[in-house]
Nanobody
Framework: QVQLVESGGGLVQAGDSLRLSCEAS????????MGWFRQTPGTEREFVAG??????RTYYADSVKGRFTVSRVKNMVYLQMNNLRPEDTAVYYC?????????????????WGRGAQVTVSS
């Protein structure tokens, strides 16, 4: 049974840092991109960052470039978030999509975690 389990969310102040973790289990993910998305009430999931499991190539949304870093170590996928802003407040989801699909489209993803809340106060 495939499982993606996020952890590390919380309440922080603007300018602070936070690291999200995603533990992946239940299958081999070597042919996948592990993506992070975020969602606020009434909006669609927004692509944040992704990492190609096999070689570690990374992808970022323009809104987080230079502030967020995605990485993978063994079966853990991390999202290091620095200089957080109130507009980063959202539920953050970890997902997995085959490498040859569009990793920026949430509809392409095969697996999802349940999400972790990140709240940034001003």
């Amino acid at each position: 049974q495939v499982q993606l389990v996020e952890s590390g969310g919380g309440l922080v102040q603007a300018g602070d840092s936070l690291r999200l973790s995603c533990e992946a289990s239940g299958r081999t993910f070597s042919g996948y991109v592990m993506g992070w998305f975020r969602q606020t009430p009434g909006t669609e999931r927004e692509f944040v960052a992704g990492v190609l499991w096999s070689i570690g190539r990374t992808y970022y949304a323009d809104s987080v470039k230079g502030r967020f870093t995605v990485s993978r170590v063994k079966n853990m996928v991390y999202l290091q978030m620095n200089n957080l802003r109130p507009e980063d407040t959202a539920v953050y989801y970890c997902g997995a999509v085959l490498w040859n699909k569009d990793h920026r489209k949430d509809t392409e993803y095969d697996y999802w975690g349940r999400g972790a809340q990140v709240t940034v106060s001003s």
